[in-house]
T-cell receptor, first 112, second 112 residues
Framework: AQSVAQPEDQVNVAEGNPLTVKCTYSVSGNPYLFWYVQYPNRGLQFLLKYITGDNLVKGSYGFEAEFNKSQTSFHLKKPSALVSDSALYFCAVRDSNYQLIWGAGTKLIIKP | NAGVTQTPKFQVLKTGQSMTLQCAQD?????MYWYRQDPGMGLRLIYY???????DKGEVPNGYNVSRLNKREFSLRLESAAPSQTSVYFC???????????FGDGTRLSIL
């Protein structure tokens, strides 16, 4: 079955520290992977995508994600967290019908 | 540049009432989507329209109908609202299926 898992409901990081938000996937064929961010009372905003090429993908607001085919993972990272990064983060993968399968989301809290 | 515009932003209905949620995009996108977001469940696809003139069921279509009025507009109708349909509804659009999606800010719907 095609699926996306975000194993952590919440991640807490101190400002200035590196952050990682985890995502694993199960999909047939080559994966198309996405990360989105949602701020309170707003819609989701696209951060970055992986289709092919370099395993390290750079996106908006200083975020990057590392694709690991052997571990079927696509973890979101940032070298130095900001308080303004606090939000809800969603991982998604394109399925065989070209629709996106969404993870349940991870709440990221950055403490000053 | 408005992007994706949803109306209304908030609505309270009584069980059995009907209403239509409106969505319009100004990015000349081909594909449009309706999702619902419930706590801890991520996004679930209700209906989508791959291109003007076509609509298809998503993961949770029961109790809903859609109309792709033209390339810009994609409406979602609840014919007889039920408390289980209390949720936040998001409209999104993309250039094509499987491409990054752009979201509206949602309609918060409560059904009493």
């Amino acid at each position: 079955a095609q699926s996306v898992a975000q194993p952590e409901d919440q991640v807490n990081v101190a400002e200035g520290n590196p952050l990682t938000v985890k995502c694993t996937y199960s999909v047939s064929g080559n994966p198309y992977l996405f990360w989105y961010v949602q701020y309170p009372n707003r819609g989701l905003q696209f951060l970055l995508k992986y289709i092919t090429g370099d395993n390290l993908v750079k996106g908006s607001y200083g975020f990057e994600a590392e694709f690991n085919k052997s571990q079927t993972s696509f973890h979101l990272k940032k070298p130095s967290a900001l308080v303004s990064d606090s939000a809800l983060y969603f991982c998604a993968v394109r399925d065989s019908n070209y629709q996106l399968i969404w993870g349940a989301g991870t709440k990221l809290i950055i403490k000053p | 540049n408005a992007g994706v515009t949803q109306t209304p932003k908030f609505q309270v209905l009584k069980t059995g009432q009907s209403m239509t949620l409106q969505c319009a995009q100004d990015m000349n996108h081909n594909s449009m989507y309706w999702y619902r977001q419930d706590p801890g469940m991520g996004l679930r696809l209700i209906y989508y329209s791959a291109s003007e003139g076509t609509t298809d069921k998503g993961e949770v279509p029961n109790g809903y109908n859609v109309s792709r009025l033209n390339k810009r507009e994609f409406s979602l109708r609840l014919e007889s609202a039920a408390p289980s349909q209390t949720s936040v509804y998001f409209c999104a659009s993309s250039e094509g299926q499987g491409q990054p999606q752009h979201f509206g800010d949602g309609t918060r719907l409560s059904i009493l």
